[in-house]
């Protein structure tokens, strides 16, 4: 009879990495230099070696790692740019490198991929598609192009929002963009958000449903003939269950107060081109806590301003084949908001997305902003989960109540199987995660093989 290989421990996992490490010359002293240049870049400090990068190589000089070695050595070897190593050694690592600008970013996912998608009996209905298992990832980071969008959806996440994108090119916001926040382990309570202490250098161990992120990327777009030929490219690699929106932004011309028709009209142009370049689903991104404005300030969300918002999603949906779906996403809204604005927008849209980020401030241990220049900026992950739960139980109630039909996209602190389950189980159809999926890549398997 045959008998099944025995499960690897974290020891034997870190084990054969230090042999593949031997093999590859990258000894002690070399991951030394490259942890103390990667977290000087990431920082903005003089190179030094941090303490847990000398701990761990310090145990590998003297061939001395154990299973308790084994989450170090991933943190050392995600930061010092190691992820073809650790992609064979089948451990989970974040899925986006921090060390990467935006244009790194482009070039491909370094994160893990599993052998075979997870699949779940079944389907599911999400904006009228038929989908499998209804989880994904918003417009983030880890969307922003074809690459991006086939891998999640190798790794089992069939909801995926393109990156937003806009109708002529625009800039990231300087690097550092993206930092994981440790000190952030319950959600937020109720009231104004606390200031977030985040050093762009820091860690949570992969998988952890604890995890809290910030980022300020200040939603940068490639030109249009650059995103259209990619938006193609990523409606293609999708399987007939998964499901792809395109995130669009408008924009006025810039002079003077903004124009509330221009910003319309730009939403709009923008979200035919998305659709021509076949998107099933364009989504309005009505809630960035990231946009700068010509002053250098960081624009309150659209969502906020109930006039505009409204002609947006008036003109936007005029402007498209009433064959493609239409969402608008939505920040963290009050109770006397969200009433008053639902109403004015749900009979022209087939969903509503909820929530984005939260802004906040995020500062270093020293008081300076996390993101230089940028002293507010936006939360997600653990941090925000209540908040998320808070704003799908109102949209849901709000829809029966006024007999609307949209459907419900939650996210907002969907870091394991039971967040997801949380907000399926108040009505939403779909959830998506950013934070979650960054921090642990395999989250769609676990949903799947705990809910499906």
């Known amino acids: 009879m045959a008998t099944s290989a025995p499960e690897r421990t974290a020891g034997d996992v870190a084990g054969e990495l230090e042999r593949e490490l031997r093999a590859a010359g990258l000894t002690g002293s070399v991951l030394r230099g490259l942890a103390a240049a990667a977290v000087s870049r990431l920082d903005g400090t003089a190179p030094a070696v941090p303490t847990w990068a000398t701990e761990v190589t310090a145990r590998l000089d003297t061939g001395g790692l154990d299973d308790g070695d084994l989450p170090a050595l991933v943190r050392l070897l995600a930061t010092t740019g190691q992820h073809r190593l650790l992609a064979r050694s089948g451990v989970r690592y974040p899925a986006y490198a921090l060390t990467d600008d935006v244009a790194g970013a482009r070039v491909g996912p370094p994160g893990p991929r599993l052998p075979v998608r997870p699949r779940a009996a079944g389907s599911w209905e999400v904006l009228g598609r038929r989908t499998g298992f209804p989880i994904g990832v918003p417009a983030c980071p880890m969307t922003g192009t074809a690459a991006w969008v086939q891998y999640l959806a190798g790794n089992g996440f069939n ?3 393109y990156k937003t994108v806009r109708s002529r090119e625009h ?12 000190g952030v382990r319950e959600p937020f309570g109720p009231g104004a958000p606390p200031v977030v202490v985040a050093e762009p250098s820091d860690w949570v161990t992969p998988g952890d449903p604890a995890v809290t992120s910030t980022n300020s990327f200040g939603v940068p777009s490639p030109d249009p003939a650059v995103w259209t030929e990619d938006v193609a490219a990523a409606v293609r690699c999708l399987a007939d269950d998964q499901l792809l929106l395109v995130s669009v932004l ?19 142009r923008t979200a035919r081109l998305a ?3 076949g998107a099933p689903v364009v989504e309005l991104n009505l809630s960035c806590p990231n946009t700068l404005g010509s002053g250098g300030g960081v624009r309150p969300p659209i969502c906020l301003d109930v006039e505009l918002t409204t002609a947006i999603v008036e003109t936007t949906r005029r402007a498209l084949s009433s064959s493609t779906g239409l969402v608008a996403k939505l920040s963290w809204l009050d109770g006397p908001a969200l009433a008053g604005l639902l109403p004015r927008i749900a009979p022209h849209l087939d969903g509503i997305a909820a929530i984005n980020t939260v802004q906040c401030a995020v500062q ?3 008081g300076t902003p996390t993101f230089p220049g940028r002293p507010l900026a936006g939360v997600s992950g653990r941090a925000v989960r209540d908040l998320a739960l808070d704003l799908t139980a109102r949209l849901v109630e709000l829809r029966r109540a006024g007999g609307h ?6 996210m907002g602190g969907v870091t394991d199987p039971a967040s997801a389950a949380a907000l399926l189980e108040l009505g939403a159809a779909g959830v998506q995660t950013a934070t979650g999926a960054f921090a642990d890549p395999f989250l769609a398997r676990a949903c799947v093989e705990d809910l499906a």
């Open 159 to 161: 909801l995926l929002t």
């Open 405 to 410: 039909r949209f459907d419900v996209l939650a």
């Open 250 to 268: 408008g924009e006025d011309d810039g002079e003077g107060p903004a124009q509330l028709q221009a910003i319309a009209d730009d939403f709009a």
């Open 275 to 277: 659709e021509a370049a």
């Open 171 to 182: 800039a990231a916001n300087p690097f550092p963009n993206w930092a994981f926040v440790p």
């Open 364 to 366: 270093r241990t020293d």
